[in-house]
């Protein structure tokens, strides 16, 4: 069982930034790949970025060069700089834990953390 439990979410002015953090607690786990989602209120849940466990990443087009995902592997954390927020960037953002089982992974998903962008 892995629990990811994000922080950092918070009202920033458009502009400006925010750094996500999950931390993921546990016992004996191999991490697949995290990924950062995020929902506004009546739109589906979308993918904003991900890394994998060998250190790809990829990122939503409406966020490229703005957000860039990172991991700290030692404490099983991984982060999301975000600058130059937007308006539409305002959303819950969760954070998905993947991790290897068997021949296939189990997913694990936050609560999520409020991200709030004034114009």
């Known amino acids: 069982q892995v629990q990811p439990v994000e922080s950092g979410g918070g009202l920033v002015q458009a502009g400006g930034s925010l750094r996500l953090s999950c931390a993921a607690s546990g016992s004996s786990f191999s991490t697949r790949s995290v990924g950062w989602y995020r929902q506004a209120p009546g739109k589906q849940r979308e993918l904003v970025a991900e890394i994998t466990s060998g250190g790809s990443t990829s990122y939503a087009d409406s966020v490229k060069g703005r957000f860039t995902i990172s991991r700290d592997n030692a404490k099983n954390m991984v982060y999301l700089q975000m600058n130059s927020l937007k308006s539409e960037d305002t959303a819950v953002y969760y954070c998905?834990?993947?991790?290897?089982w068997g021949l296939g992974a189990i997913e694990y998903w936050g609560q999520g953390t409020q991200v709030t962008v004034s114009s």
């Open positions: 998905k834990w993947e991790v290897f």
